[in-house]
Nanobody, 116 residues
């Protein structure tokens, strides 16, 4: 399984970006797609996740501003980020947790920079 993330860039505070992550390969029906981020000099953290059944969860810091969604037909997960803040600056990574195979797959990151 390979994951290709895109959509990062430079945006002013208060702006929006939409990240996409396309998965190629065979993934078990039971899975979860996630977005993680790693701010400069900090540890990677979970931002949002969505299961194959559509259940979502979010980090408290992004609730009400970010929305995760997925298109199962396209094997793609999205992260709509609104009301961006400078503290959202990070490299964003997508991850697929394949419960059937007990495997985790990571994509290469896409960088998001929010200027004040």
């Amino acid at each position: 399984v390979q994951l290709q993330a895109s959509g990062g860039g430079l945006v002013q505070a208060g702006g929006s970006l939409r990240l996409s992550c396309a998965a190629s390969g065979i993934i078990s029906r039971g899975n979860a797609m996630q977005w993680h981020r790693q701010p400069p000099g900090k540890q990677r953290e979970l931002v949002a996740a969505v299961t194959s059944g559509g259940t979502t969860n979010y980090a408290d810091s992004v609730k009400g501003r970010f929305t995760i969604s997925r298109d199962n037909a396209k094997n793609t997960v999205y992260l709509q980020m609104n009301s961006l803040k400078p503290e959202d600056t990070a490299v964003y990574y997508c991850k697929c947790s394949d419960y059937g195979r007990g495997m985790d797959y990571w994509g290469k990151g896409t960088e998001v920079t929010v200027s004040s």
